[in-house]
């Protein structure tokens, strides 16, 4: 699978993705700045949260997606973005599948795992988190998890510098993992 930018997209069905043991699933996002949980949200959107679990361990591109990239977008008192590979969000791994939305869902505060759609059913890899309230992205972007440890460390990658909306010196992704608890 390779980026889309004429929003031509391969259908697919999410991996179907078994992270082992009891309780609430959680993301671990290990960054150079810091390290990120989030409670996902596999009941309301369980077809989201497998898309991101397919890429985080590699069922969907054969290797973990994330590891080594670097995070993408900072726009301050909105939200920080990673997951695309190209040197523009639109080069992304994007493909078609369904959108989701869970009754109810807002993005009403900083901390909200978001998925970023580049068109009407679309999905992809990469992963926005809010760094404030953003009810215009209500019904247009699946709401899939909420941090529940780090929230100063993203609140440290929203005051990095930038250039053109990325940050300098780079912030990585060192790694992503799952895991219940």
Known sequence: MSGNSDHTLERIEPKRV???????LYMVIETSAGRIVARLHEVEVSRTVMNYLGLLTGAVTGTPYYEGQQVQRVVPSYLVTFGATGSEPEE???????????????????????????????????????????????????????????????????????????????????KITAHRA
């Open 18 to 24: 078994v992270i082992p043991g009891d309780g609430l």
């Open 92 to 174: 992304s791994l994007l493909y078609a599948t369904p959108e989701e939305a869970a009754d109810g869902q807002t993005h009403d505060r900083p901390g909200l795992l978001t998925q970023h759609y580049m068109c009407r059913d679309s999905a992809g890899a990469e992963i926005s988190m809010t760094l404030s309230a953003a009810p215009w992205l209500d019904r247009n972007h699946t709401i899939f998890g909420e941090i529940t440890e780090g929230l100063e460390v993203l609140t440290t990658l929203s005051n990095v510098p930038t250039s053109n909306q990325r940050p300098n010196p780079p912030i990585h992704i060192e």
